[in-house]
């Protein structure tokens, strides 16, 4: 069941050719957003805060409880200005959800390293 089964998904996401990761926290109801160039999305980020609750709702046991359909909250990690190269965006929203799965922190990965992550 969602929010016992499965507490957090993480998502890839490309915008407009520029790469970003998310992870998706159906237990506190929260999209935390991952961008090396820490920009903002927020037209494409929020229609996930708004059709997720919907999905998980959607496909929910039909015997469990009523679930909220409330819009996810959305929040950006802070990012300093990495991706210098231009080029390594993919890579770094990768290793950003590998550093946010396994609980390390961000900056283990920068730009005099990304190419050794690849």
């Known amino acids: 069941m969602w929010d016992l089964d499965v507490n957090r998904m993480y998502v890839p996401l490309n915008v407009d050719k520029h790469w970003i990761s998310m992870c998706v926290n159906f237990v506190t109801r929260l999209i935390e957003v991952f961008d090396c160039e820490g920009m903002e999305h927020n037209k494409l980020v929020e229609p996930f805060?708004?059709?997720?609750?919907?999905?998980v709702k959607a496909v929910q046991n039909s015997?469990?409880?009523?679930?909220?359909?409330?819009?996810?909250?959305v929040s950006y990690a802070p990012m300093s200005l990495l991706n210098k190269?231009?080029?390594?965006?993919?890579?770094?929203a990768l290793k950003h959800i590998e550093c946010h799965l396994l609980g390390l922190d961000f900056s283990l990965v920068n730009d005099d390293n990304?190419?050794?992550?690849?």
Not at 63 to 73: D, I, M, P, R, W
Not at 85 to 92: A, F
Not at 114 to 118: G, K, T
């Open 85 to 92: 190269s231009g080029s390594d965006c993919g890579v770094y």
């Open 63 to 73: 015997n469990s409880q009523q679930l909220n359909v409330k819009k996810y909250t």
């Open 114 to 118: 990304i190419c050794e992550a690849r």
């Open 49 to 55: 805060a708004a059709l997720i609750p919907i999905i």
